[in-house]
């Protein structure tokens, strides 16, 4: 205590350039070891992904491919959508995507379980980001041939908010990734001071109805739920299970919501909730709280979950919004 | 002596005819029980009165109360899911037995004789393309029923070409399930995931698609159907002994295999266009069945139906409550269940059973 009174007390002798080379000292290495990215005189960036390696790119990346939906909702959220060369064919989302693939730009290199390898490398992209679950042997094979490939594996909100970081800091994009972070923290904490006081609602949320599947504990819905002021239903299941409508009666939810794909059975499970006799003694149905959520936007780990955070909300609690 | 002889035959004729009756009406109490158990057991915490008291309610509504959320469990989401599971277990078990009697073999099943894969490709059809023969939601279930009987008439007709043998109709019969299986691998990869989920949720087979109409509708078809093939079995009967015995005996030897083709496709594609491919229970019902009350058809017919019923209804029934809330695919607990008790069996008996 009396030692940094002593340093303010000299602080304020000595001039203002020796000011700036005392604070720079002080700063400096503090930045160095927080931030992962390191970035030397060549415009190297080496950064550590969610595997827990560490990618290296020699530049900027100038020729990205993503394989994943979510990566590449990232990668044009961040304004990098002219540098994506090669993108899934579920990519479907900014419209662009779409638009770039049919303008040649974007060339789709399969799906995500099994993207082609060899249509990844004519690409020559300095940087290809996947996501764990879906893209393991890929990755492996990926790496073999000496290709920087980043791996993304969140398993919560704040999972997804510091990916984007670290897909921020690989593709020289920080400033940008860190703007976009920010507003999404704060309308997080939006939504959850408008609901934290409100009454828990119970919440079903259906992936499917034939057979019905719901979404337990560790699935991004368990967590939007959570977060936008309700209690899921089936939070004692892990990941997604397939349940005994049965279960659902008995446990009566306030609210339901019905994911609807981009698929033929579209509205499958919001017909089946609505129209499910044995559903017909829960409150949700008495009261016409059923809902419909496009699942991409809840389900994919990308700037659009925060949108997703806000519709449920709407759902859980319209008297907030 | 000759008396001491006949005495023992008819003795031994009793005894496999008590024999026979013995695992009837084993079967039926099983059966009985276990439906009464999965009535009861489940997620609400319902107890023998408070589910006896509710159905009985319905019958004599001024004498039994229940309330509207009993109501709801017992007759919306049990009651018919049990009668779906005995319905479609013992119909499943008939076709086997009928597949593997008219071809004479025991890897007969609608799987193997394509129908199960073609009707996987008509719901696939349905679901990824959109196409079918019915609208809205009957699409996938007109499309499954549609292709399972196309597959069952395309394997007659490519039989017939080589003459109707039980060897050109499994050969047939596999051509044309690889043929599906290859259109709907092709479908799905060409689908959007979404599209693909559903399929594979489709094929995986369950009973929580039953309803009391769908439960109806089978019992129709069923009422009209199996009775003619008991009442047929003789026919099948002296298939058994080879083409040319049963021709001697007077028996329409390809007339009566197409029928009896056709019949059985017609049961099973009725089956799993409301329950989606529930695979083993056809192939193994009749094995079961066959190595405790022996190959007559005219008992292993009604035999299979019990066998089948009791395998299906106890896996839903395990299915259901062996992970509560969640449900284990009922596929996977046919074959817990039915292939420990198959090999038993199959360990048991010394001599061969086919």
Redesign the interface.
């Known amino acids: 205590m009396f030692f940094i009174q002593l340093t303010l007390i000299e602080m304020e002798n000595v001039n203002t350039t020796a000011k700036l080379i005392l604070l720079s000292l002080v700063i400096l290495p503090m930045l160095s070891t927080l931030a992962l990215a390191e970035e030397n005189s060549t415009g190297a960036l080496t950064v550590v992904d969610d595997l827990g390696r560490a990618v290296s790119v020699a530049q900027i990346p100038q020729r990205i491919v993503s394989l994943s939906p979510s990566n590449t909702e990232i990668l044009f959220a961040l304004g990098l959508g002219d540098k994506v060369v090669g993108a899934t064919k579920?990519c479907n989302y900014p419209p662009q995507v779409k638009e770039l693939e049919e303008a040649g730009k974007i060339v789709i290199v399969g799906?995500y379980v099994d993207p082609d390898i060899e249509t990844i490398l004519s690409l020559h992209p300095d940087l290809v980001l996947a996501s764990r679950t879906r893209s393991t042997e890929a990755v492996s094979l990926l790496d073999k041939e000496g290709t920087a490939t980043f791996v993304t594996d969140p398993k919560n909100l704040t999972d997804i908010i510091r990916s984007i970081e670290s897909i921020g800091k690989i593709t020289g994009s920080e400033a940008e990734a860190s703007r976009l972070c920010d507003q999404m923290q704060s309308r997080i904490d939006a939504v959850s001071e408008k609901t934290s006081s409100l009454s828990k609602m119970r919440v079903l949320y259906i992936v499917?109805h034939?057979?019905?599947?719901t979404a337990g504990a560790g699935a991004f819905e368990d967590e939007l739920i959570e977060k936008a002021g309700g209690v899921n239903i089936?939070h004692?299941?892990s990941s997604y299970?397939?349940?005994?409508?049965?279960?659902i009666?008995?446990?009566n939810p306030e609210v339901i919501i019905a994911c609807s794909?981009?698929?033929?059975?579209?509205d499958g499970p919001t017909q089946w909730a609505k129209t499910e006799?044995?559903l017909?003694?829960t409150d949700a149905r008495k009261n016409g709280r059923i809902y419909q959520a496009e699942?991409d936007i809840i389900t994919r780990a990308g700037p659009r979950i925060v949108d997703g955070l806000e519709m449920v909300a709407k759902f859980i609690h319209p008297e907030a919004f | 002596m000759a008396a001491c002889k006949r005495i023992d035959l008819l003795e031994q004729y009793r005894q496999a005819a008590r024999r026979k009756m013995l695992f009837f009406l084993v079967l039926t109490m099983v059966i009985a029980l276990l439906a009464g158990a999965a009535a009861i057991l489940?997620?609400?915490n319902l107890g023998i009165s408070d589910v006896s008291c509710c159905i009985l309610a319905r019958f004599f509504p001024g004498h039994y109360h229940t309330t509207?959320?009993t109501d709801?469990?017992v007759w919306?989401?049990?009651l018919h899911r049990i009668l779906m599971g005995i319905v479609a277990g013992a119909g499943l078990g008939v076709s086997g037995a009928v597949m593997q009697g008219i071809l004479k073999n025991p890897l007969a099943s609608p799987f193997t004789l394509g129908i199960s894969s073609a009707a996987s490709f008509g719901a696939a059809l349905?679901?990824?393309l959109?196409a079918g023969i019915a609208a809205g939601s009957w699409m996938v279930i007109g499309n499954a029923f549609a292709f399972a009987l196309l597959s069952a008439l395309a394997v007659y007709l490519l039989a017939k070409y080589k003459g109707i043998s039980s060897e050109t109709m499994i050969l047939a019969g596999i051509a044309i399930m690889y043929l599906f299986s290859a259109m709907t691998s092709f479908l799905q990869y060409a689908?959007?995931?979404?599209?693909v989920?559903?399929v594979v949720?489709?094929m995986?087979g369950?009973l929580?698609?039953s309803s009391w109409d769908r439960v109806a509708m089978l019992l129709a078809i069923f009422v009209i159907c199996i009775p003619y093939l008991i009442s047929k079995s003789w026919d099948l009967n002296s298939l058994a002994a080879g083409d040319e015995t049963a021709q001697s005996l007077g028996v329409n030897v390809e007339k009566t295999r197409v029928i009896f083709m056709m019949l059985s496709s017609l049961i099973t594609a009725s089956i799993i266009c409301f329950t989606g491919t529930i695979g083993f229970i056809d192939l193994v019902a009749p094995h079961i069945a066959r190595m405790v009350i022996g190959g007559d058809h005219r008992f292993l017919l009604p035999g299979s139906a019990l066998a089948g019923a009791l395998l299906l209804l106890g896996a839903d029934t395990l299915s259901?409550i062996i992970l509560?809330?969640?449900?284990?695919?009922v596929g996977i607990m046919t074959s817990f269940l039915g292939v420990p008790f198959f090999v038993y069996l199959f360990l048991q008996r010394r001599r061969t059973f086919w």
């Not at chain 1, 299970?241 to 279960?247: F, G, L, N, R, T």
């Not at chain 1, 794909?261 to 579209?266: K, L, P, R, T």
């Not at chain 2, 689908?191 to 599209?195: E, I, N, R």
């Not at chain 2, 509560?324 to 695919?329: D, S, V």
């Open positions: 579920y799906g499917w034939d057979p019905v599947k089936f004692d299941l299970a397939q349940v005994d409508p049965e279960a009666a008995v446990r794909g981009m698929g033929s059975g579209a006799k044995g017909n003694q699942g | 489940g997620e609400a509207a959320f709801m469990i919306d989401l049990r349905a679901i990824i959109g689908g959007h995931s979404d599209q989920h559903e949720f489709w995986m369950s929580g698609r259901r509560a809330p969640a449900i284990l695919p």
